[in-house]
T-cell receptor, first 111, second 112 residues
Framework: DAKTTQPTSMDCAEGRAANLPCNHSTISGNEYVYWYRQIHSQGPQYIIHGLKNNETNEMASLIITEDRKSSTLILPHATLRDTAVYYCIVRSSNAGNMLTFGGGTRLMVKP | DGGITQSPKYLFRKEGQNVTLSCEQNLNHDAMYWYRQDPGQGLRLIYYSQIVNDFQKGDIAEGYSVSREKKESFPLTVTSAQKNPTAFYLC???????????FGSGTRLTVV
């Protein structure tokens, strides 16, 4: 699976959009981009995933560049409860490929 | 409501003792996983199971054992051979290996 690069930490003001970047320059054609988040001392929570089209659900939007080498997770109106570690994961659709969690981005939403 | 349950939330054991962590799901998922997380680190895969009576080693299986006798249950035993067992252990499940995962709330194991 392709590796990902994320900033170690980011701050965001409450009510503003949080834009979390992820680089995955070695991504291959059958690899999906997944985003999970982990609030302190809890299990990770699935947010969204996509292949090449932009995706949106009730939690967030995922913007994938045309060359698929990077993506951005957007939380449109961040709240204090969105403070968490956000993991960007690239994984192929082949059976036997597990989710591999790196260090993630620690997002701090401030009042 | 369907979900995945890990118990207990906190567990203390003496060094040299085996300990078993429970993971139960009622989501009718075929695949289940165990991850370990150390402070400030990402998750590392210990074992996974695609189907009942089948399981595979992950990246850090040494010192751990699992069983998958029922679809709903995937217990993890931390044996005395695991050199640094103190960690946060997370269980997850998915419909299939390629699907998104649902995680439990974790068990924090402390070995003294």
């Amino acid at each position: 699976d392709a590796k990902t690069t994320q900033p170690t930490s980011m701050d965001c003001a409450e009510g503003r959009a949080a834009n979390l970047p992820c680089n995955h320059s070695t991504i291959s054609g059958n690899e999906y981009v997944y985003w999970y988040r982990q609030i302190h001392s809890q299990g990770p929570q699935y947010i969204i995933h996509g292949l090449k089209n932009n995706e949106t659900n009730e939690m967030a939007s995922l913007i994938i560049t045309e060359d698929r080498k990077s993506s951005t997770l957007i939380l449109p109106h961040a709240t204090l409860r969105d403070t968490a570690v956000y993991y960007c994961i690239v994984r192929s659709s082949n059976a036997g490929n597990m989710l591999t969690f790196g260090g993630g981005t620690r997002l701090m939403v401030k009042p | 409501d369907g979900g995945i349950t890990q118990s207990p939330k906190y567990l203390f054991r003496k060094e040299g003792q085996n300990v078993t962590l429970s993971c139960e799901q009622n989501l009718n998922h075929d695949a289940m996983y165990w991850y370990r997380q150390d402070p400030g680190q990402g998750l590392r895969l210990i074992y996974y199971s695609q189907i009942v009576n089948d399981f595979q080693k992950g990246d850090i299986a040494e010192g751990y054992s699992v069983s998958r006798e029922k679809k709903e249950s995937f217990p993890l035993t931390v044996t005395s051979a695991q050199k640094n067992p103190t960690a946060f252990y997370l269980c997850a499940s998915s419909i299939r290996l390629i699907d998104g995962y649902t995680f439990g709330s974790g068990t924090r194991l402390t070995v003294v």
